[in-house]
């Protein structure tokens, strides 16, 4: 239990405190096509500053550092139970450490007893699958942003957004409209249609599990992410919803299985301070590879 | 850029206009969500605590201990402003604040504070957790802490060149109101 206890401490470091290259591989491109000496411009100048610090100093990259969701693939006889008590473990010595703020609240009486554990703190998330590897891929969430995520019920009459692809783009592009400035963009969308209220939110959370620069497998999908994309950054919003070209930099679409008198589509929206990381384990709960 | 330096008298908010480029050096408290509610609902401010011709800053910081027992910000970006738009005019009135510090802006009801009492919304980088941080040169103290937990408590801090814009002034101009008008005719061409 020990390695795999150090091996998710250093998970969570290096969440926190490090950009995956694929989101920093996109600032940088938003970076260079803002217009210069805008204060949408020195707005990521400070952001790629901010990067370059955290990652220097070891330290979170937000302060906020959010919700802690753990998503664990794993094999069949994989203990689950073991598994949650370290990664509870796990965060409570990685708070000690400033690695992550003490940022888990009671709901009923505010209080905050400073170790990010608690009911459904942290979540995990456990998929069996058949290969003898365990996967670990970690998610900070910040609460920022997932304030501005959105539900929708389809159909919309305000938003003449009918049950089909051209209303669910309507009605993501009008999160990205209410989203703005209040979300730290430019941000990144995972989407679900379809589902139930509850996995459509669940669905639409692990589309940001995906790489920024991988593609939809399904060629309706993948259309409407880079509709979206090329829309939203003719907006005008910006980093910051300072004005501005960068609006998002990426969206991630799964479909779910429905049942006929409903059509959700959920948003969840992640800041630009995109913090995920991911390890294959070996046997002994040792990192043998890093995901993003 | 304008260096904004304390004392933050009325004239130089008064003379600070949308879209400017600050570097704040003074003092700023911080005060979020349990804060805003407890001085909403009559709460006095802790002994110490001075928000006269004062900045507020919307943020929950991440503090330790070091080993010599000294609090060290090792975090400190704004949060989310819009949920303290019920408190916020009322705040600026009653406690004579000439700056509030936070990001993603405020609405009518501040701005009219804002215009009224000269008081003006900065809009810091959010999630620059780590750049501020390096803005913060001392922790002074910390109130509340017990009641309201870290990330919530009134926090004291020296800043030096803490860079933050303009996006609500003292005349009435709200960059996002601005940009949220821009967008939304944007948005109604391309559905
Ligand atoms: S939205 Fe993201 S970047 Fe902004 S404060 Fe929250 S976690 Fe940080």
Request: charged letters at 25%; proline letters at 4%.
């Amino acid at each position: 239990m020990k390695q795999l206890h150090d091996s998710l401490v250093e998970l969570i470091r290096r969440a926190s405190a490090e950009i995956p290259d694929d989101v920093q591989a996109a600032l940088l491109r938003s970076l260079e096509e803002e217009k210069k000496g805008t204060i949408a411009e020195s707005a990521l100048q400070i952001v790629q500053r901010n990067i370059e610090l955290a990652k220097q100093k070891s330290q979170p990259i937000c302060q906020d550092t959010g919700s802690i969701l753990f998503y664990v693939d794993c094999p069949v006889g994989f203990d689950e139970i073991s598994f949650a008590d370290t990664a509870r473990e796990a965060v409570k010595l990685a708070t000690k450490k400033g690695y992550l703020r003490q940022n888990s609240v009671d709901s009923i009486t505010g209080k905050n007893d400073g170790t990010n554990v608690g009911p459904g703190a942290p979540t995990l998330h456990f998929h069996q699958h058949r290969s003898p590897e365990v996967a670990v891929r970690l998610m900070l969430k910040g609460g920022g942003c997932e304030n501005v995520g959105a539900q929708y019920s389809l159909p919309i009459e305000r938003l003449k957004a009918d049950r089909d692809l051209p209303g669910c783009r309507k009605v993501i592009l009008d999160a990205v409209l209410q989203a703005q400035g209040k979300g730290c963009g430019p941000g990144v969308l995972g989407v679900c249609v379809g589902g139930d209220r509850a996995t459509s939110y669940e669905f639409s959370k692990q589309q940001l599990l995906r790489k920024l620069d991988d593609r939809n497998p399904v060629p309706e999908l993948d259309a409407l992410e880079q509709d979206i994309v090329n829309t939203a950054n003719k907006l005008g919003i910006g980093p910051m919803g300072f004005g501005g070209k960068t609006t998002l930099l990426g969206v991630k679409i799964g479909a779910a299985n429905r049942v006929p008198a409903s059509y959700f589509v959920s948003v969840s929206y992640m800041c630009w301070a995109f913090r995920r990381q991911g390890v294959t384990l070996g046997a002994d709960g040792q990192i043998e590879k890093w995901l993003y | 850029m304008i260096s904004l330096t304390a004392p933050f008298t009325e004239d130089k908010i008064r003379a600070l206009k949308v879209g400017d480029e600050v570097a704040i050096t003074g003092v700023l408290f911080t005060g979020r969500d349990a804060v805003h509610k407890y001085l909403h609902e009559g709460g006095a401010l802790p002994p110490g605590v001075d928000l006269r011709n004062g900045i507020l800053y919307h943020c929950g910081p991440v503090v330790i201990k070091d080993e010599q027992g000294q609090w060290k910000c090792v975090a400190a970006g704004p949060t989310t402003s819009a949920r303290e738009e019920p408190y916020q005019g009322q705040i600026i009135r009653q406690f004579g604040l000439r700056g509030v510090i936070g990001k993603g802006g405020m609405g009518e009801r501040t701005l009219a504070a804002c215009q009224e009492a000269g008081c003006v919304y900065l809009h810091a980088v959010g999630g620059a957790a780590q750049v501020l941080g390096e803005c913060i040169t001392k922790v002074r103290n910390v109130y509340l802490m017990d009641q309201f937990g870290a990330p919530e408590a009134i926090w004291e801090f020296e800043v030096k060149a803490f860079p933050a814009v303009v996006t609500m002034d003292s005349h009435g101009k709200s960059l996002h109101q601005e940009v949220l008008a821009a967008s939304q005719a944007e948005l109604a061409k391309l559905v």
